[in-house]
């Protein structure tokens, strides 16, 4: 089966090239399927016959039987998926996939052990973007590298990422003969959704996003022509990112701004998209107010906020968690962002949100969470062990003291020495004075009620 | 119809703006504009929209005043025969509950004369001429005679979307003690009352001005404002204090001084037990529901 796939795939009548290493081929003839995935593996690990399969998976046309042998592995891990996709542009999409995937995992191969405590093992790590089951749309490849090195981070903009990269899928795939779109078209999207989700952990937006697409493809009309289906999905995207989030953020920005008044010190931990429109609206309208950004190791997100904030002329102050009681006193609101927030008004956000919250709540200085309905999950968490995601290791964000080397300070390799960075933390509903959405303010303990308010999905 | 919408937007302005406290008048024109907005028109002419409009309008405004009696009704079920109330200043609704009470049940208030304005003496006559015990105890009393009551009973300026409450100035303090001592706390409210307001502290309320609790020039500079504090507790304490010393008159506040008082002040929701309505008895968090669901719906 496997070679009459490759066979239709490649044209027959390629000129046979020079082999890479003159005894291959007939070994590998009389060779065991074990056998041959094994020597494969050994052809990756090595430099010279990793571009040699590159080379053969990519544009050359190489010698048949060579061919049949490397191939062979790749049909055999995506058994079904190869034969059906026979037409044009998917199959120079699992062709552009194989390349890349090729030419990662060897690198990926070192790092790969699991770090970090035993208890904590559970936490979601930031994995390097391994192998790929079946035919990754390179738009997914792309993102999921992006997603796992942090170079998109962040609830809205991995949503946004995320749905944007589903269009351009959308937009490349054609439906197999004797299937129909709304029938077959999650079953191809499925694949690269399990690819991001390998590059990092999904995220309750993207899942709440995901949903809905899901829901709007089973939804599509049977009868309707292939492109006007493909165009009304991707219509449907577009309103969601528009209605969900650009909208929601309007709202947001103009109920939460209405909150500061003239003279408010407003805090804010690390950074949130939301907050950061929040506070330069409610300076371009005029309200005078300064800020405090507090930040905190490893990712030092807010150096950016402070950045953007003072760009725009708000008064800010700068500091790291540990001085917050000091200032505490002196704030009038408190405004945060969130990666999610829980059916029960627990809060899920950049790990030092609660302790800002808490102690907040200690100085009875207001907390307010930003947060657009499409990030409410209809789980309920009640702590930040059970999930979590580690940061990423290593020094990557940190460039103090800038005049030592950079090895003396990384304590990454040291026996004894486990590094652990959650990412996140849990806000309890009680640290929470009120929640701003695009349908009003709420308090935390009326989270569960929206949707069904609302009478649809999240 | 975007222009009629518009049209009452500009009305309900122009109350709020004649109006010294606007919060319940607020959440009036807010329910009624939502209503017009929402109100499913089938009839395909303006005249007979504006006709349907306006007998909703007074059906409505009609059943509001029947909402009271079915507040009474609902309130009977909390109060015990022999039970000690201690309410607020003067609320319609409290007092058309006391009297509907008073008809099966041996009730005693205590009222507290909430000053500035006295109200309180109002309840006070209109219970005693229906032959309710009732005593008037001093605002800064609640505490004193918190001990002895079974629980507190108070009307509503608003009810707000945090399931908070926004009444005649002291019914936080009444509602903190009232928590300290562990006793039951209940808001009486009409729905329409529930107003989509989200206030983070006392002076995020919208009838909170600079003027209020702002600190006197020294006297000095004014002519006669006897002392630059201006917090109620510090002042009705004064009265007491100096009184001795200074025999002859008591000593009494400035209307200047007084209009540095707030009108009202918002109560958390952690501090209350329920919040009746007419349509039905509600929680705090209840509330808040309700709200999002009658807004966002």
């Not at chain 1, 690198?107 to 979601?124: E, V």
Request: include cysteine.
């Amino acid at each position: 089966m496997a070679p009459a796939a490759t066979l239709d795939v490649h044209p027959p009548n390629g000129p046979p090239t020079a082999e890479p290493s003159a005894g291959q081929p007939k070994s590998q003839k009389t060779m065991t399927k074990a056998e041959r995935r094994e020597l494969q593996e050994k052809q990756r690990a090595a430099k010279a016959a990793k571009t040699a399969v590159n080379g053969v998976n990519g544009k050359t046309p190489g010698k048949p039987k060579d061919q049949a042998a490397s191939t062979g592995g790749a049909a055999k891990r995506a058994p079904e998926a190869q034969p059906k996709t026979a037409a044009p542009a998917a199959v120079r999409a699992a062709e552009k996939a194989k390349a890349g995937q090729a030419s990662t995992t060897t690198d990926t191969m070192g790092k790969n052990q699991a770090r970090g405590l035993l208890i904590f093992s559970h936490f979601g790590l930031p994995k390097p973007v391994n192998a790929a089951k079946g035919d990754i749309h390179p738009a997914i490849a792309r993102l999921a590298l992006q997603f796992s090195t942090f170079k998109i981070t962040g609830a809205n903009a991995r949503c946004i990422a995320t749905l944007t990269a589903f269009k351009t899928i959308i937009q490349d795939y054609v439906t197999p003969p004797n299937h129909t779109l709304s029938r077959h078209l999650m079953t191809y999207l499925s694949p690269q959704i399990n690819h991001l989700v390998a590059a990092r952990p999904m995220s309750v937006t993207m899942g709440n996003a995901i949903r809905q697409l899901k829901l709007d493809i089973s939804g599509t009309d049977f009868d309707l022509p292939e492109q006007d289906a493909k165009d009304a999905l991707c219509r449907q995207i577009d309103t969601y990112i528009h209605e969900r989030i650009i909208i929601a953020d309007q709202v947001i920005q103009e109920t939460a701004g209405n909150k500061i008044k003239d003279g408010d010190v407003i805090l804010t931990y690390a950074r949130s998209s939301v907050v950061e429109k929040v506070l330069l609206e409610a300076h371009a309208s005029g309200r005078k107010f300064s800020a405090i950004v507090v930040d905190s190791r490893p990712m030092l997100e807010g150096k950016r906020l402070v950045a953007i904030l003072s760009e725009a002329g708000i008064q800010c102050t700068y500091l790291l968690l540990p001085a917050l009681g000091s200032v505490m006193s002196e704030v009038s609101t408190v405004f945060i962002g969130a990666h999610s927030i829980h059916s029960n008004g627990a809060v899920y956000s950049r790990a030092g949100t609660a302790l800002v919250a808490m102690m907040a709540k200690r100085h009875s200085v207001p907390v307010v969470v930003c947060c657009e309905t499409y990030k409410f999950s209809e789980t309920i968490q009640l702590d930040s062990f059970t999930k979590n995601e580690l940061a990423p290791l290593g020094d990557l964000f940190s460039s103090f003291p800038n005049n030592k080397p950079r090895e003396s300070l990384t304590l990454e390799n040291q026996p004894n020495l486990e590094i652990l960075n959650p990412l996140y933390d849990l806000t309890p509903p009680t640290c929470v004075t009120a929640v701003v959405t695009e349908v009003g303010v709420i308090p935390p303990n009326s989270i569960s009620s929206i949707p069904v308010a609302l009478g649809r999905l999240l | 119809m975007f222009e009629l919408v518009q049209a009452l937007n500009d009305g309900a302005e122009e109350l709020k703006r004649r109006s010294p406290n606007p919060i319940s008048l607020n959440a009036g024109c807010e329910l009624f504009i939502a209503f017009v907005t929402l109100f499913p028109h089938e009839s395909d002419n303006f005249a007979e929209l504006k006709k349907e409009l306006e007998q909703q309008g007074r059906k409505y405004a009609a059943e509001a005043l029947a909402f009271r009696d079915k507040i009474a009704e609902l309130a009977l079920g909390f109060i015990k025969d022999d039970s000690v109330i201690l309410t607020h200043s003067h609320s319609r609704v409290v007092l058309r509950a006391l009297l509907h009470a008073h008809k099966t049940k041996r009730i005693s208030v205590y009222v507290t004369e909430s000053r500035p304005r006295g109200l309180g003496l109002r309840t006070y006559e209109a219970l005693t001429a229906a032959g309710i015990p009732c005593t008037v105890v001093l605002d800064s009393a609640v505490a004193y005679v918190m001990d002895q009551v079974d629980f507190v009973l108070v009307g509503s300026e608003a009810v707000v979307e945090s399931g908070g409450l926004v009444n005649y100035v002291g019914s936080n303090q009444m509602a903190i003690i009232a928590k300290a001592a562990n006793k039951p706390f209940y808001a009486l409210a009409e729905s329409f009352k529930f107003h989509r307001l989200f206030p983070l502290s006392q002076y995020d309320l919208p009838t909170h001005n600079p003027n209020i609790l702002s600190f006197a020039t020294p006297p000095s500079a004014e002519q006669g404002s006897a002392s630059a504090s201006a917090a109620p507790a510090a002042s009705t304490k004064d009265s007491g204090n100096l009184g001795r010393s200074s025999p002859p008159a008591e000593r009494a506040m400035t209307q200047e001084q007084i209009a540095r008082n707030p009108g009202v002040d918002y109560t958390r929701w952690v501090q209350r037990c329920a919040q009746e309505a007419h349509v039905g008895i509600l929680t705090p968090e209840g509330v808040s529901q309700y709200l999002v669901g009658m807004f966002a719906g």
